[in-house]
């Protein structure tokens, strides 16, 4: 009997409830997974907790998982069963030992990536992708600042941006996170609450300040992220729960075009790019 983990009231981590399920056989276009590895993010939190109301009562939460395909529907020509797949999600349902599938919405993992690693980072990734090529276009001569530099999308964006030839300014929530940060490609570390983060930061860019800001962090870095900023430079906020926060403490905030505010729309890219029938990424193994 497949099994899923269901949500049947919001609420902390006990509404989180292991259960029997039966799972229909594929349809047409429709693959069947056996799941190997389930991403679990901060998205999943606030989907539980009832932040955020996206998920339908009862139901199986979890956005992006790895599995192996046991089962294809009709009219599926690109996997075959043994095939091992990832995936993200709108519609959730990641939380379970199986599950069907659009096959539009799966892709194939290569042999030098992990189905854990797939499962855990690559919904952060296509985020990355999304921030530096479409909420604005990333290029090797820019200063950027980027909060929360040691999490999950912080790192892999100060890496990917290195990598590039920007120069990267990390900030952390302490000392010990800020030393963190420059092992992920921060030539420059500093952290939120130091007193002189303004004259740190003109002083680094020679008064001119940061071309962009990615900031995941909100109330308690927006200020500075503001101030960082060159003149025309852009404040990019990149994730949802910040922007109701900081409309609720700011009054009427102006989203100018200097500020790009990146709501849930890595998924929705995503879903773009499949539908459309695009490449999702460059997976490639490094030297």
């Given at each position: 009997m497949e099994k899923a983990i269901i949500i049947r009231e919001y609420g902390n981590s006990k509404v989180?409830?292991?259960?029997?399920?039966?799972?229909?056989?594929?349809?047409?276009?429709?693959?069947?997974?056996?799941?190997?590895?389930?991403?679990?993010?901060?998205?999943?939190?606030y989907v539980r907790s009832g932040l955020y109301k996206t998920l339908n009562l009862p139901g199986i939460?979890?956005?992006?998982?790895?599995?192996?395909?046991?089962?294809?529907?009709?009219?599926?020509?690109?996997?075959?069963?043994?095939?091992?797949?990832?995936?993200?999600?709108?519609?959730y349902?990641?939380?379970?030992?199986?599950?069907?599938?659009?096959?539009?919405?799966?892709?194939?993992?290569?042999?030098?990536?992990?189905?854990e690693l797939i499962?855990?980072?690559?919904?952060?990734?296509?985020?990355?992708?999304?921030?530096?090529?479409?909420?604005t276009q990333l290029n090797p001569s820019d200063t950027i600042l980027v909060t929360a530099a040691t999490g999950g999308?912080?790192?892999?964006?100060?890496?990917?941006?290195?990598?590039?030839?920007?120069?990267v300014i990390g900030t952390s929530s302490n000392e010990e996170k800020a030393l963190i940060a420059k092992s992920y490609g921060c030539k420059y570390s500093l952290t939120y609450d130091q007193k002189d983060f303004n004259a740190q930061i003109r002083d680094i860019t020679n008064g001119k300040g940061v071309d962009k800001v990615y900031d995941s962090v909100?109330?308690?870095?927006?200020?500075?992220?503001?101030?960082?900023?060159?003149?025309?430079?852009?404040?990019?906020?990149s994730l949802s729960h910040c922007i109701p926060e900081l409309v609720k403490f700011h009054g009427r905030l102006m989203l100018s075009d200097r500020t790009t505010g990146i709501q849930p729309l890595a998924i929705a890219w995503y879903k773009r790019r499949v539908q459309d029938e695009e490449p999702i990424g460059h997976m490639q193994k490094s030297d």
């Open positions: 989180l409830k292991l259960e029997d399920i039966n799972v229909v056989r594929p349809n047409q276009d429709e693959i069947f997974i056996k799941h190997s590895a389930i991403g679990v993010h901060f998205h999943d939190c939460p979890g956005l992006e998982a790895a599995g192996v395909i046991e089962e294809v529907g009709r009219g599926v020509s690109n996997f075959k069963t043994g095939d091992r797949i990832g995936y993200i999600n709108s519609g349902g990641a939380y379970s030992s199986h599950r069907v599938l659009d096959k539009r919405l799966a892709f194939k993992i290569p042999e030098f990536i992990s189905d499962a855990t980072n690559f919904s952060r990734s296509i985020t990355v992708q999304m921030l530096i090529e479409e909420a999308v912080g790192r892999l964006l100060c890496q990917w941006a290195n990598a590039l030839g920007a120069c909100g109330l308690q870095t927006f200020q500075s992220s503001l101030e960082s900023l060159a003149y025309c430079g852009h404040l990019i906020i």
